[in-house]
């Protein structure tokens, strides 16, 4: 019984990302992001990781793998989406 409490604050815990995952991909936009938040964010779920694995953790072991995920998709959105130098080039002379 207690497991299945571990694996529902597990299922919660790490889909907390998936609407900012979502939102990204639907704007194509990721300068809010910041790339401080993803790193602390990654590194986070490599040490639960190591750790759930090493005692056989199985819902701490899905949980932040699943958050592992999440933040490796966000980083790659954020580098995929991330703004042209020329674009804001262009921008800051339309604006002027």
Known sequence: M?????YAGGILSSSML????YKTYKIKKADD?????LYMSIISCILWDTYAFSVFD??????SSVAFISNMILLYLKCKYKP??????????IIV
């Open 2 to 6: 207690i497991e299945l409490v571990g």
């Open 18 to 21: 998936f609407p900012q995952v």
């Open 33 to 37: 992001i910041s790339l401080c938040f």
């Open 58 to 63: 199985r819902p701490l072991m899905f949980s």
């Open 84 to 93: 042209n130098l020329e674009d804001l080039k262009i921008k800051d002379e």
